[in-house]
């Protein structure tokens, strides 16, 4: 079937804080690692509003362009790559159809050069963000994928997900899961996923896990005569959530789900400052069943309350592991005063143009590590995807106090809604290219 | 045998490059837990030349107090808690015997609060940094040693040593180790292998080490069907290290000690200004023996140089892991560029109150982690001491271009010798107290 000639789009204008609805061309094939999508659904993220505000490269040549980086479809063209084996590259190249149902992370990635190969996907040399002046977005009706088999997950073909992920939720997920639940995929889910798993697997993070004393962390068979034995309370995992927008909130299910899986006690704080997002944050901790929940203490809670709570968990001590979902200078500020001696900061929140807000001296002085940086997003599909099939106790819903999306809507309603969601009014919102 | 009343020390006075060797009493039991030892040798270390110089805590009081936080020797009285079995109290509490020869880290710890137990013994609550006006230092002829069954290491007694050390080594190790190589272990040996630890065990190392993409490196029995398998290539550790004093050298024997031991293909360069620190750490390099070797290049080379090189190696992709054992603002903008995206920055260098000098997006844009701090010097003794042991051939070395000690004086050249030191003039520098 061709396609057809024009489009509906959402459009971003310069300078700042113009979105339009326009018909544009549709995208065709331009390089034979191209596919065209038909999208299902496209999402508006936090991180759209960087653009939406004029900031950073949405300001280096005003280009209109059409925005959002979070979106699923179909597969509606292919380049001339696919169908055939080609030795050494992404198997989507051989194995992708006509017809299949898709995800895209927020960024394209090639698959197959020294950065993608060791997972770094979301930093390929090759990458570009979607929704950008450098690469149309997904909030239209149809939108072209560059590198597509190193991009897409096929979520019609469990040949390419987790070998971890068992035959029945394999099954649950060809034929059960919404569009609107597969569509935390594109961003939020990794996202949150990268967080807790930096988080989890950090050295500074394996004494308390693996219940040996650093360095005897690491090298499982040592021992000494002279370490005393940890008691049981030195072995539950402090952490702290900061910000609980969509991805504080899949950091918040990811890490309890990790916590369950690996049988790990743990106390939580997930903070944010707005009473409707702790509510909310609440309200998906209820929702998750028995088996993602594991053992342990789950608050959300003010700053103020959450500082008194993390003093009186660790009496003084402060959390082994921060999570910062917000990317300003007063998360980083609030992470650092939480954070434990010989903790981790893992930041996921993108970052503007300042200096972290403390000397290198306060920093060995408190032995902290920082992980900064964007996820890589279609190495993180695989495990996100897994957790999302998992926990369709939380992702399944809509319009439900624990729902992660707040409305989903039709294209007219996008200049409001990109204003709404701007002034906080708002959560997260997708948009239907086809109601 | 009763101590001596007075003794001769090496001491700070205000404000600052005035030290003195001076008789002061001999310390005594102050508190049940406290050892005193009789000095064999002290040290002079590059973070001395903080209080040298009247830096931070020194210029607090302005006290005069006796130098030096590295020091071996031997016990000659014990407090009362020493002699009867303690449960859950550091097993040396129970086993160190006058005559013991011991060494002790740069900070005292207890060895049984929540911070020690989880092995983060720089940061004992309880803890106090050696030959600063918080606690007299071990140049001197006898020193007190707080908490001395958390505190010290008993190089006598090979129950309370790793378990890893095969038999034959401790028989070496109690018999044919110089004191002037016992000494490494006071602070540049386990500081250099927490640098070394810190980087192996980050998670943004896992995919290089463990051949697996990010994030199945955590998940060894998970795959999926689309990554591309990695290349030979992709799987060679690339790693810089900046700063070639003595910490500088332990981290490079550190590293190359478990990049042999676990057969991980290398590149690494050690940076340093000054030409006689390279050749000091190609002279090292050159005495390692094939078994610490390890299968990969190494070069030692000046910044200019370090840069071409690691841009050769990686294809302008950057080193994967970056050692500063330096603690400064240059050594870490030198960092910046020298890592690669998705790379760790480990800094054990002691920092003085600058900002990072990048700023977050920065820090953002090329995800990059930092680990800061002070090693938790008592916790790594097994560990290092297992790596001294096994590397005579670098540790041995006096008088010799692989020697990491430059010369061993008498107290009568304190003065002069800090001097020298301060200037980089000469090495490290060993007092003998008994000369």
Redesign the interface.
């Known amino acids: 079937m061709p396609l057809p000639e024009i489009q509906k789009a959402i459009r971003w204008h310069p300078p700042s804080y113009d979105i339009r609805v326009e018909d544009v061309p549709v995208p065709s094939i331009q390089h034979p690692d191209d596919a065209i999508i038909k999208v299902k659904l496209g999402a508006l993220c936090g991180s759209d509003l960087h653009v939406y505000r004029g900031h950073g490269g949405a300001m280096i040549n005003n280009k209109i362009h059409t925005c959002g980086h979070e979106f699923i479809g179909e597969v509606v063209a292919l380049g001339e790559s696919f169908g055939a084996k080609a030795e050494?590259?992404?198997?989507?190249y051989s194995?992708l159809k006509i017809g299949d149902k898709v995800v895209s992370p927020f960024t394209v990635n090639c698959?197959?050069c020294?950065?993608?190969?060791?997972?770094?996907t979301?930093?390929c040399p090759d990458g570009s963000l979607f929704g950008t002046p450098a690469l149309e977005g997904g909030q239209a009706q149809f939108v072209r994928v560059p590198k597509a088999g190193g991009t897409l997950?096929n979520l019609s073909?469990p040949?390419?997900?987790?070998?971890?992920m068992p035959e029945s939720l394999k099954e649950q997920a060809l034929s059960k899961i919404a569009d609107s639940s597969l569509l935390m995929l594109a961003d939020i889910l990794p996202t949150g996923l990268?967080a807790a798993?930096?988080a989890i697997?950090?050295?500074?993070v394996?004494?308390?896990i693996t219940g040996k004393?650093?360095?005897?962390?690491?090298?499982q068979?040592?021992?000494?005569?002279?370490?005393?034995?940890?008691?049981e309370?030195?072995k539950v995992l402090t952490v702290a959530i900061i910000g609980l927008g969509p991805v504080g909130i899949c950091a918040t299910v990811s890490i309890l789900d990790i916590l369950a899986t690996r049988n790990i006690p743990f106390r939580i704080v997930a903070i944010d400052p707005n009473e409707a997002r702790r509510e909310k944050v609440k309200a998906v901790y209820d929702a998750i069943g028995p088996d993602g929940k594991g053992t342990g203490e789950f608050a959300a809670l003010s700053i103020d309350e959450a500082k008194i709570k993390v003093n009186e968990w660790t009496?003084g001590?402060g959390a082994t592991a921060v999570l910062e979902v917000v990317?300003n200078?007063s998360a980083?500020e609030l992470s650092f005063e939480l954070v434990r001696?010989?903790g981790v900061i893992v930041?996921v929140?993108?970052?503007?143009?300042?200096?972290?807000p403390m000397?290198?001296?306060q920093?060995?002085?408190?032995?902290?590590?920082?992980?900064?940086?964007?996820c890589?997003s279609r190495?993180?599909f695989?495990?996100a995807f897994d957790i999302l099939v998992k926990r369709q106790d939380v992702f399944g819903k809509v319009g439900d106090p624990a729902s992660l999306i707040d409305r989903i809507v039709d294209f007219s309603q996008a200049p409001e809604s990109y204003r709404a969601f701007d002034k906080g009014e708002i959560g997260k919102v997708i948009f239907d290219p086809w109601k």
Not at 349 to 356: A, I, N, Q, Y
Request: hydrophobic share 35%; charged share 15%; aromatic share 10%.
């Open positions: 050494g590259r992404p198997a989507l194995s698959g197959e020294h950065v993608c190969r060791l997972g770094y979301g930093r997950f073909n040949s390419t997900w987790s070998s971890a990268f798993l930096q697997n950090h050295p500074k394996a004494a308390v004393p650093w360095p005897l962390c690491f090298s068979n040592v021992t000494t005569g002279n370490e005393v034995s940890l008691l309370s030195d009496n001590v990317g200078v980083l001696t010989f930041s929140g993108v970052h503007g143009e300042s200096l972290l000397t290198t001296r920093i060995y002085g408190k032995n902290i590590s920082f992980d900064f940086g964007r890589p190495a993180m695989p495990l």
